[in-house]
């Protein structure tokens, strides 16, 4: 069983910045699939950013260009750096940890983009 801790959320302005953080347990993180979702208010879950074991990454397109997933496999965490953020930003994002048709989930972390 892999445990997600997320971190890194907060308050920030329109247009600034934040960097998440995922730490997992274990000891195979680095052949997991991470992701980060997140989930706005009264809205399904969506996913913003994918990192294979390999290091190829996607991103929905609300968000690309602004953030940028990466991965420490010697630390066992993932993180994903947001730039330019805006209000419809705001929500609680997820990290999600996929193998073997296996999902894990960490319990979020709130990230509200406000003036």
């Known amino acids: 069983q892999v445990q997600l801790v997320e971190s890194g959320g907060g308050l920030v302005q329109p247009g600034g910045s934040l960097r998440l953080s995922c730490a997992a347990s274990?000891?195979?993180?680095?052949?997991?699939?991470m992701s980060w979702y997140r989930q706005a208010p009264g809205k399904q879950r969506e996913l913003v950013a994918t990192?294979?074991?390999?290091?190829?990454?996607n991103y929905a397109d609300s968000v690309k260009g602004r953030f940028t997933i990466s991965r420490e496999n010697a630390k066992n965490t993932v993180f994903l750096q947001m730039s330019s953020l805006k209000p419809e930003d705001t929500a609680n994002y997820y990290c999600?940890?996929?193998?073997?048709?296996?999902?894990?989930w960490g319990k979020g972390t709130l990230v509200t983009v406000s003036a």
């Open positions: 274990g000891n195979i993180f680095s052949i997991y699939t």
């Open positions: 990192i294979t074991a390999g290091g190829r990454t």
């Open positions: 999600n940890a996929h193998l073997h048709a296996m999902d894990h």
